[in-house]
């Protein structure tokens, strides 16, 4: 395979699933920042996984370059395309449909 076309980015792995989660050029550059000074301070970030939705706090130093591409997060807009499953509604005394949690 050519070197050339091989593409990584930085990320830190999701806590709940493993998914490489990418990191804001922000945090990147903060990164590079710190890994060229001698000081130890700890420096976290907050991250949300594009697979799982789960978010939690990471350390700058949990960052990793990975090969290929980041998982592109789904938009709301296809999300709200997508039927919903059958939900059961029921009507109230004034012909409003309400569901059944609430």
Known sequence: MNTELMQS????????CNEPIPVSTKV????????????????????RCVLCEYESVYAIGDIREVQGTPRRRRSKISAMKEPVTDVPRHTNKHGLHKTASG
């Open 9 to 16: 980015y930085r990320a830190v792995h999701c806590a709940r």
């Open 28 to 47: 990147a550059g903060l990164f590079d920042e710190i890994e060229h000074c001698e000081t130890m301070l700890p420096y976290a970030f907050t991250a």
